[in-house]
């Protein structure tokens, strides 16, 4: 194993070990990570929200836990002190440690101007006269240094200046900027931009004083301090927050005789190696091309870039083009949210492209302000700036980066809606270089390009690209792209769910509903290319769901069992060995301790490999096919029901504990979760769906990333709806406030349906409402003000379903003959040979297949007990 | 019932010795298959075989149809096949590999997206209510 040692466990720094992590090369370095700050890496992006309610637990990028589960040893509180190259060795505070690979990812310190009067670094006076605004310890610091006190000022007028002063607004403090520019955010805005916004800035109650170097800092007569200002005005406060810029954080840098630029920062290569090609660095400390990327997202490409190199170097060769990496520059293109006003900057904000032309917008009386650039043939968009209102952002950044053509008369991009039509961009318009498939890292581009080299179904660009042949989670966007681009070359896109069916899903789901349709039979008969034919692996799947959210019978039916997916037929989820995961339903989250027991006796006594999932239930794994009617007997002997892991239906119901612990606590999410699990439990719907409920706004039960969020309030319940995690994260919107408990089941029965009528097979929510014509919006008229007089009828579809459920494990169990596929062999007890596991973590798991013999073992291998597997300890 | 069913390999070439019977017509499952296990005697190296047995109802005018083929995924090394999707694909039946979806062609075999995959097949025939298989060696073989 080789020895990479990360210095500083920044966000950057800490992305990349997550990037390590997932790209497996954990198994070939042995990784140390060296992080000065007492805390874990951390939100700093967020870091405002410590003064609005959230603490340093939860603004945590990962836990403890994380780093060990991924064997990375993780030091905080210890600083590196410097690099000694000749042996390859860094020097702590604490020690020395042998590196054969080296990410330095120490981020930056803010820039605190030379000013007379200054506190020296530690003294009492510097504790309220030199205060800055970057990590939790500093914070921690201002609000000490604020406590009772009156008066605030901050240094600086960017972006970070502003949040230091809503941070010092928060802490109850009236609150002054003093900038040296004759502007707010002068590197993003330009002056009516900056006017517009000093203009919102003031009105809430927030000093700015532009124009103001300081040059002295001395003892004041109402406050404790006086600033002198070089045009002789002078301003006295109770402490000062510098917020003047920052400064890549490059001393160890310098000591180990790296290449450093001329004004700061670890020169990198495009494969971010600094001079010393062992060496790399990454995030605020790097400088790339002369410049210094003061945003999270370029870092986090560089993380990942060096990930995927150092996974790559322990692969032995890596010959696919596609895998190298080359940093080639981010775009610093901003939306942000300061003291509650929208700002956004995007691209040439300050039209400095030879021959760019401006339009600008105005409206005083409601504090809006935008500026759009274009080229000197008015083709281009090159940028813009927004202030007061960022509706216009994603749409105007398209245009940018994207290179969209303009609209004929651009200044429709920034004038009211009434004044001409509002330009919106649909999936189509996403950049070439956009990721589609971060499995194979394959993006846009890649795909077009597939496209015109003469690729032009579904199947041949997958093929060629690899895209969607990972965890296949970017399957829906990659179909959207290949239509979108298939349609803009004339190509007639085909909208045939596959070569049995001419017709999408949703046709085929009022088909079945309209004429009451059963079996999978009778559809293909009816409607079916081929009247007799066997269908396939995405047709079958997709009725089989269509008929379970219409009817509700048992999936283990006989007419229903060719049609259901392995994981469907056997009511488990198959691994990687042909062993099945047992996966029994725990209402959120909540177990008692006997069937806690329940679950270890019944994991104890099959030898099953037990992991708690994020989804608050634990799952039993390396079940073989014969054992799952067995176990199940007893775990619904216990009291459990099917917990449907296997099927694309509801998954779990996550849940906070609520007002019956919680000190916090306004409604009893506990009782809200039951009951939503225990009323959704077994709906079948085109795709997986996760609820969760938290019972305040602390939201520990992260129900904004869920399909169905319910966040309790004062007065009742506010729905979130349409997030999810997974590959393309999404926060879920809000969708209705303040319900009552009758009110908001009703509106997610209607949300639940009018999904599963219209959205296509294996659309998640999100992406459904990303395609829903007319957004939000729309789907509230629908949903809430009822507007295609449906919702009666959804709502009875729902209450049909509902009183149709039955746990299908306990219908199997109550049925022989279900039972009788339940064996490895029709003619032979024996479980199969070819199952073999290996004990880790006083686990199993299967075994590398390099340790099973090719030949299937024989007689001696085919004793017909349960716990029979071949069981080799590994060390 | 008992007429003999087409398979798609021909079964002539099978001297009839070597016919097994590996399980009867109740345990199969109409429109999906199951696995089946048969080994030889010691004087025959005492092999053992994983097979998938999959069955497609009768329709019309056409007989029920019972194809054999190896249980053995050579993509993941588990022995699953039985337990994957029947499908077609121009009319041609398939299995579909449960864990990664290849498609494996019901008549031979033949991997459809991979030209080099190609799993074993064996002779079936039904014997009364006896699901038959044809294999190289004499039936002399045990089977459980
Ligand atoms: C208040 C605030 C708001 C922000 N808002 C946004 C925003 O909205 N959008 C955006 O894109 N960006 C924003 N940023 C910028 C963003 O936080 C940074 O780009 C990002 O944190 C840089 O990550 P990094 O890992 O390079 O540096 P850091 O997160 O600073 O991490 C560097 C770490 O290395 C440690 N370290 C340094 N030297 C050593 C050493 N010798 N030994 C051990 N450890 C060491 C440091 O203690 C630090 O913990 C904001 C920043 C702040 C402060
Ligand atoms: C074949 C692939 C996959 C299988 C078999 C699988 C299976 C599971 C199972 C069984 C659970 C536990 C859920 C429960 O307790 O009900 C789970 C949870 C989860 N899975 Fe997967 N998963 C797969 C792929 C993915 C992928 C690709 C992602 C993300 C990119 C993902 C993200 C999650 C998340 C975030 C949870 C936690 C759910 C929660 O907190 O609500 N899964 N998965
Ligand atoms: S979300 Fe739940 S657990 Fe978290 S603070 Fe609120 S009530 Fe308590």
Redesign the interface.
């Given at each position: 194993m080789k020895n990479l040692i990360i210095i500083g466990n920044g966000m950057v720094g800490h992305h990349c070990v997550e990037q390590l992590i997932e790209q497996g090369a954990t198994a070939h370095y042995q990784i140390h990570v060296f992080g000065e700050e007492r805390h874990i890496a951390y939100d700093r992006v967020h870091l405002s929200e410590y003064f609005t309610g959230r603490d340093a637990e939860s603004l945590a990028l990962g836990s403890a836990e994380d780093y060990i589960a991924g064997g990375i040893t993780l030091h905080l509180d210890e600083v590196v002190i410097s690099i000694d190259r000749d042996n390859g060795e860094i020097v702590t505070s604490r020690g020395r440690h042998p590196y054969d690979s080296l990410v330095m990812a120490t981020g930056s310190t803010p820039f605190v101007p030379p000013i007379e009067g200054l506190g020296a670094v530690g003294s009492a006076e510097a504790a309220s006269n030199r205060l800055v605004y970057r990590t939790l310890e500093d914070l921690d610091q201002i609000r000490a240094a604020a406590k009772g006190k009156t008066r605030g000022v901050v240094v600086g007028g960017g972006l970070l200046g502003l949040e230091a002063a809503n941070a010092l607004k928060s802490l109850g403090l009236e609150a002054h900027v003093v900038e040296f520019a004759p502007r707010l955010m002068p590197v993003q805005l330009d002056e009516d931009g900056g006017q517009t916004l000093k203009q919102h800035i003031t009105a809430l109650g927030v000093g700015v004083h532009l124009n103001r170097a300081t040059t002295s800092i001395v003892p004041g007569d109402d406050y404790k301090w006086r600033m002198n200002f070089a045009d002789g005005e002078h301003l006295e406060t109770d402490l000062i927050v510098f917020s003047a810029g920052i400064r890549p954080q490059d001393a160890l840098a310098r000591t180990a005789s790296l290449e450093i630029g001329e004004r700061g920062g670890i020169i990198i290569d495009d494969e971010c190696r600094t001079s010393d090609p062992e060496i790399f660095a990454i995030g605020e400390c790097a400088l790339w091309q002369s410049r210094i990327f003061g945003l999270v997202a370029p870092g986090y490409q560089m993380a990942r870039g060096v990930a995927s190199l150092l996974a790559a170097s322990t692969h032995g060769e890596s010959d696919e083009a596609g895998d190298s990496f080359c940093f080639q520059g981010a775009d610093m293109s901003t939306k942000l949210k300061l003291l509650g006003v929208d700002v956004g900057s995007i691209g040439d904000a300050h039209g400095q492209t030879e021959g760019a032309i401006s339009y600008r917008y105005c409206d005083e009386a409601e504090g809006v302000y935008r500026r759009l650039v274009v080229s000197k043939d008015r083709k281009q968009v090159l940028g813009a700036v927004l202030v007061g209102d960022n509706s216009r952002y994603d749409t105007l950044l398209q245009y940018v980066s994207n290179a969209i053509a303009a609209p004929k008369d651009p200044a429709a991009l920034i004038l009211p809606d009434s004044s001409g039509e509002a330009i919106t961009l649909g999936a189509d318009a996403l950049p070439a270089t956009a990721t589609l498939c971060s499995c194979h890292n394959v993006s846009k581009g890649d795909v077009c390009g597939a496209i015109d080299a003469g690729h032009n179904d579904l199947g041949a660009i997958k093929?060629s690209t690899k895209a969607s042949t990972g965890c296949g989670g970017c399957a829906a966007l990659l179909k959207k792209v290949v239509d979108a681009e298939l349609e803009s070359r004339g190509v007639e896109v085909d909208h045939s769910l596959c070569?049995?069916f001419a017709h999408t899903r949703q046709e085929l789901y009022s088909l079945v509903r309209v004429e009451s349709i059963e079996t999978f039979s009778e559809l293909m008969a009816r409607h079916g290319r081929?009247a007799?034919?066997?269908?396939?692996?995405i047709c079958?799947?997709a009725v089989g769901s269509i008929l379970a959210s219409c009817w509700n019978a048992p999936i283990t039916d006989?007419s229903h069992?060719?049609q259901?997916?392995?994981?469907d037929?056997?009511m488990a989820n198959?691994q990687?060995?042909?062993t099945y995961s047992v996966v029994p339903r725990i209402p959120g989250g909540e177990i008692t301790p006997d069937k806690l027991i329940a679950i270890g006796d019944v994991a104890k006594r099959y030898n099953l490999y037990t992991k708690i999932t994020g989804g608050q239930r634990i799952d039993l794994f390396g079940a073989q096919?014969h054992e799952l009617p067995e176990i199940w007997g007893e775990l619904i002997a216990a009291g459990f029901e099917t917990g449907h892991a296997y099927g694309k239906s509801t998954r779990t119901v996550k849940s906070c504990i609520g007002t019956t612990w919680c000190r916090y606590g306004v409604q009893d999410s506990m009782a809200m979760a039951l009951r939503l699990e225990d009323r959704y439990k077994g709906l079948r719907s085109p795709h997986k769906l996760k609820f969760a409920v938290s019972g305040c706004t602390r939201e520990c039960a992260e129900a904004q990333s869920k399909d169905v969020g319910v966040i309790a309030t004062e007065n009742g319940w506010n729905l979130y709806v349409c997030g999810n995690g997974g590959m393309r994260p999404r926060h879920a919107e809000l969708f209705a406030t303040d319900l009552d408990d009758e009110t908001l089941i009703s509106t997610i029965d209607r949300f639940l349906m009018f999904y599963i009528r219209t959205a296509d097979r294996l659309q998640r929510t999100s992406v459904w409402r990303e395609g829903l014509e007319g957004g939000l919006d729309y789907l509230k008229d629908v949903i809430i003000d009822d507007s295609l007089g449906l919702g009666d009828v959804l709502e009875t579809q729902m209450q049909l379903l509902v009183e149709r459920y039955e746990c299908e494990w306990a219908n199997a169990l109550k049925h022989p003959e279900k039972l009788?596929?339940f064996?490895?062999?029709?003619?032979?007890?024996?479980p199969?040979?070819?199952?073999v596991n290996i004990v880790e973590r006083e686990q199993i798991r299967p075994a590398p297949?390099a340790l099973?013999a090719s030949d299937?073992p024989?007689?001696e291998a085919s004793s017909t007990k349960t716990t029979s597997q071949l069981v080799t300890e590994i060390r | 019932m008992t007429t003999s069913t087409l398979t798609a390999t021909n079964d002539t070439s099978v001297d009839s010795s070597h016919w097994v019977t590996?399980?009867q017509r109740k345990?199969l499952?109409?429109?999906?298959g199951?696995?089946?296990?048969h080994?030889t005697t010691e004087a025959q190296q005492?092999?053992?075989y994983?097979i998938a047995?999959f069955t497609?109802p009768a329709?019309?005018s056409d007989a029920m149809q019972v194809f054999a083929i190896d249980h053995?995924?050579p993509v993941?090394?588990?022995?699953?096949m039985a337990?994957?999707?029947?499908?077609?694909?121009?009319?041609e039946?398939?299995v579909?590999s449960?864990?990664y979806?290849q498609?494996y062609r019901l008549k031979d075999g033949q991997c459809m997206?991979d030209a080099a995959l190609r799993l074993k097949v064996w002779p079936v025939r039904i014997e009364g209510e006896d699901i038959q298989v044809g294999f190289d060696h004499p039936a002399s073989a045990r089977?459980?």
């Open positions: 093929a070569e049995h081929h007799g034919a066997l269908g396939c692996e079958k799947p006989p069992i060719p259901q997916d392995t994981n037929t056997f198959m990687k060995n042909g096919l009788k596929r064996r490895s062999y029709v003619n032979d007890q024996r199969d040979p070819g199952v297949t099973i299937a024989t007689a | 590996l399980c345990d499952v109409e429109g999906s199951v696995a089946a296990w080994e005492n092999r053992s994983q047995l497609l329709t019309g053995h995924d993941s090394g588990a022995n699953v337990r994957g999707l029947l499908g077609d694909q121009a009319g039946p398939l579909i449960p864990l979806k498609r997206e089977t459980a």
